[in-house]
């Protein structure tokens, strides 16, 4: 019998562990206040099961634990910036690789590099950091995303997909020369954490080559794309995830990478190119904005991690548990009827706030309100998607409007157990049982750019202090026949 026909049962066991501490009702209350009810203002110290992201807070493995002692911290040419180098040609195929110290250092070097002033970047959704960094360099991002992606309900299996009939009309109405390159994500993020399949970049390839327009991948959660192009796409579920990915990559021009999410380390990422020119140009600028190109942000022993990291992630039986956990929480949510966004992504579980809540308006922000229930009710942290991370339009004044009004329950790899998904779908459940009481916030500071970080609200009405949600207690069934007895 093959592992496959049996459940997704984590491929490790548990060799260390860091104690989590549940807090008071009382304590919340008041961390939340300190927080102007922003989770991501919290204390980490104040926090049960922190799902607020699954970007660095991976578990790393003996054998990676075993590589950060082996790591050859000189200024140039250290040993472990060629074996990440090998590993990175070896599954995505790219061979020039420029270390940063996360993906958004990538995503500025390729802003800079292959960005002009008036140009127009499409891509399937925009990325928070990705489309700040296109605007910095003068740029306008579009989105190209098949409609269906804006819809929480829609169960395309695909929902990652670019609309190519969209970026023709794109290309004919503004002209190909300011294209240089379209942004795929992979397992698009603000979508619910929704893959492509392989037929859509195909169809992508053949387009953008007729127009010599660049695909520069997003390959943040390049794998878990893979893992649902083996599961969903017709043809693919003999080939293994290592053979998708590399598919995937030869079928794009370069990539900007946070290794932060796939690859099983807490900080690092890369810029990853074919083109030898412009690899020569990115060594130029990272050593303006990061360090010498054969370390970019990294220290040696943060590379070694990452590329121990890379063989680790692509394992299918990696993949498998990884995927397998965060579908176990969301089936769990479903058959509650709590509304989440379907198909279940691939990192992370999205609660739709717009029917969770839907006596809140969205100018009073039911998504950051959810958050700060989750917390409230059992220190659960996690992450508003929805209209405050959309931002504000610098020349009307208005919010960027945002169909999708989430919150986001992110899963770190290897890092909570079965039973802590339990809890979580306890959590969220008895906040739906309480959700009248829950009522919306008001923003009482905003940032300029990305306001999500570290923007302040004020719960209208005080309604934080009152909220309180019921589950039932989970009692020995031998009390009661205890208490007979004594
Ligand atoms: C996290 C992320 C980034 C930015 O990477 P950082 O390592 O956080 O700087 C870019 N794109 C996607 C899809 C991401 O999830």
Redesign the pocket.
């Known amino acids: 019998m093959s592992r496959e026909q049996r459940s997704w049962a984590e491929p490790y066991k548990i060799k260390v562990v860091e104690p989590i501490r549940m807090t008071t009702r009382e304590r919340r209350n008041k961390a939340l206040e300190e927080a102007h009810f922003n989770s991501f203002l919290l204390r980490s110290e104040d926090i049960y099961i922190d799902l607020l992201t699954d970007?660095?807070t991976s578990a790393m493995s003996d054998y990676q634990w075993a590589g950060m002692m082996m790591g050859d911290e000189a200024y140039a040419g250290s040993k472990n910036f060629y074996n990440l180098q090998d590993k990175i040609e070896k599954y995505y195929g790219y061979p020039y690789v420029v270390p940063t110290h996360?993906?958004?250092?990538a995503?500025h070097l390729l802003a800079q590099l292959l960005i002009k002033p008036g140009d127009v970047i499409p891509g399937n959704m925009y990325?928070t950091?990705?489309k700040v960094h296109q605007e910095l360099a003068g740029g306008t991002f579009v989105d190209v995303i098949i409609e269906q992606a804006h819809d929480p309900t829609s169960l395309h299996p695909f929902k990652g997909n670019i609309d190519i009939g969209k970026l023709k009309d794109l290309i004919y109405k503004v002209g190909a020369a300011r294209i240089p390159y379209v942004n795929l994500?992979a397992c698009v993020?603000m979508a619910g954490g929704q893959p492509f399949s392989l037929a859509n970049l195909k169809e992508l390839r053949q387009l953008c080559g007729q127009f010599g327009i660049k695909i520069i991948l997003?390959a943040?959660?390049a794998m878990e794309n893979a893992w649902f192009i083996k599961r969903r796409e017709p043809g693919q579920s003999k080939r293994s995830c290592a053979e998708i990915l590399y598919e995937i990559c030869s079928l794009t021009d370069g990539c900007?990478m946070?290794?932060?999410?796939d690859l099983l380390v807490n900080m690092g990422?890369f810029l990853a190119l074919r083109d030898e020119k412009i690899y020569g140009k990115a060594c130029e600028l990272v050593v303006i904005y990061e360090g010498l190109h054969t370390y970019g942000g990294m220290s040696g022993r943060d590379m070694e991690a990452m590329a121990r990291g890379i063989e680790e992630a692509i394992q299918d039986d990696h993949l498998r548990a990884r995927i397998g956990q965060v579908q176990y929480l969301g089936q769990k949510l479903l058959d509650a009827n709590i509304p989440i966004v379907e198909p279940i992504g691939g990192h992370a579980v999205y609660l739709d706030a717009n029917r969770f809540l839907s006596h809140i308006p969205q100018n009073e922000f039911p998504a950051q309100a959810l958050t700060c229930a989750l917390y409230l009710d059992f220190g659960i942290r996690t992450m508003e998607r929805g209209l405050v991370s959309a931002g504000r339009n610098s020349k009307t004044g208005q919010h960027h409007p945002s169909q999708l009004e989430l919150v986001r329950l992110t899963i770190p790899r290897r890092v909570y157990t079965q039973a802590h998904m339990d809890v979580v779908a306890e959590t969220t459940i008895a906040c739906h049982h309480a959700r009248k009481s829950i009522a919306g916030l008001r923003m009482t500071y905003e940032p300029d750019k990305l306001r999500f970080f570290q923007a302040h609200f004020q719960p209208i009405g005080s309604w934080t202090n009152s909220f309180s949600s019921e589950y039932p207690i989970l009692q020995d069934p031998l009390l009661e026949l205890a208490n007979t007895i004594f």
């Open positions: 970007s660095g996360q993906g958004r250092g995503e990325f950091t990705t994500q993020n997003d943040t959660r900007i946070s290794g932060k999410k990422g």
